[in-house]
């Protein structure tokens, strides 16, 4: 990735790597007595870059939002960049929102409001001016190669432009832990192959990258950790080499 961006808030020290999520016997169990995940012990380091597999319905979903704080766990237990996301209030998950990138698969963008401002919604929430925040979104959006497409509105671009708006919104506040839903799932193959691109070119700059996949083929071109979920319970944790 161009070193241009090295100046954009990123580049963590990754010689002495934190513990990002730590994670025992954790269990997830919805009102409907159905139980999303049971008994998981996982812990991701700082840097990496990690791939959620598993079939429709394995828990990958589940256990992203709770890595944000869209849900709670049921038992166990499970910390996030230090947070114990068992007995966070409200205040403290809202301050670990502000140090987490998200990306979903059906991007989540306002059709009502340009590039700029989807992009800029992260640093406007937490009180940046206009003045401050057009030369970051220019920044940002010259890494996902969409500088050009600043003042466009979301249903002028392709999916694979969107999500790329998309991923530019997660990295707005240069956040050390991005988590992306199923981001290629709607895409062809060249232009996942792109995104999937963008988020190693993100790691490389020492963002965590977790990202939940059923697109295994990519895996030959983009190596990592890979992590599978069977039925809410974890089946396998290996690295895939390129």
Known sequence: MDATYGDMGYCFAMDERKVMIDMKQLMLRYRTGKVALSGVNLTIPQGQFVYLTGESGAGKSSLLRMFYGGLRPTSGQLFVQDTNMREAGEKQVRTL???????????????????????????????????RLIPRVRKVLAFVRLE???WSYPEALSGGEQQRVAIARAMMATPPIVLADEPTGNLDEETARHILDLLMGLNQLGTTIIMATHDLHLLNSHPGRVVQLHAGALVGDSYAAA
Do not use: Y
């Open 148 to 150: 050009d497409r600043l």
């Open 97 to 131: 929102r502000r140090r987490t990138g998200v990306c979903f698969q059906d991007q989540r963008l306002l059709f009502s409001r340009t590039v700029f401002e989807n992009v800029a919604l992260p640093l406007h929430i937490q009180g940046w001016n206009r003045d």
